[in-house]
T-cell receptor, first 118, second 111 residues
């Protein structure tokens, strides 16, 4: 099946620094990618929808200037957490949807990136 | 009111039993429904999806959908300890390509 690769899997950084997370679709072209955040024992919360070649659409309450999303190609989307703070510590997961449309929505998740801000 | 609701559990069943996981949704515009399994510290993996009323079977898993009652369920037959995980129900609404997830039900299969 289709594979989505996410990197890094774990990152620890100091407060105030920026962290970039990459999401790649390895064997298909992903016209749309989704970024989710999951806090411990909670569900996945959609942060933003990333469309290749256009600006990302952010969910209500998500600061677009803090969580920068770039989807420069059909196989790569990046999430940059700028000026990270301890409250940004979370599990960030990307999901990619191919261009074949259909009723099933996105099907493929990356492995996730666990961010710890000290 | 949450859009997709699940009982957080834990749901504990003995090995070999049937585990029944339930989910309700509030958006009548939801068209397709997904069950994901998530092990601790890992990202979700798709088990199956359903978009027509009735049952859909795939191996030991059966998804059931009742749109009139806005209810989705997942049955796991012959439960194994390796099935112990959190099961996430998700819904996709027409015109919205992202999925809305429930908070998940933690399943524990006792050997």
């Amino acid at each position: 099946g289709a594979v989505v690769s996410q990197h890094p899997s774990r990152v620890i950084c100091k407060s105030g620094t920026s962290v970039k997370i990459e999401c790649r679709s390895l064997d298909f072209q992903a016209t749309t990618m989704f970024w989710y955040r999951q806090f411990p024992k909670q569900s996945l919360m959609l942060m933003a929808t990333s469309n290749e070649g256009s600006k990302a659409t952010y969910e209500q309450g998500v600061e677009k200037d803090k969580f920068l999303i770039n989807h420069a190609s059909l196989t790569l989307s990046t999430l940059t957490v700028t000026s990270a703070h301890p409250e940004d510590s979370s599990f960030y997961i990307c999901s990619a949807r191919g261009g074949w449309g259909g009723i099933t929505g996105e099907l493929f998740f990356g492995e996730g990136s666990r961010l710890t801000v000290l | 009111q949450k859009e997709v609701e699940q009982n957080s559990g834990p749901l504990s069943v003995p090995e070999g039993a049937i585990a029944s996981l339930n989910c309700t949704y509030s958006d009548r515009g939801s068209q397709s429904f997904f069950w994901y399994r998530q092990y601790s510290g890992k990202s979700p993996e798709l088990i199956m999806f359903i978009y027509s009323n009735g049952d859909k079977e795939d191996g030991r898993f059966t998804a059931q959908l009742n749109k009139a009652s806005q209810y989705v369920s997942l049955l796991i037959r012959d439960s194994q300890p390796s099935d112990s995980a959190t099961y996430l129900c998700a819904a996709a609404a027409a015109g919205r390509r992202a999925l809305t997830f429930g908070s998940g039900t933690r399943l524990q299969v006792q050997p």
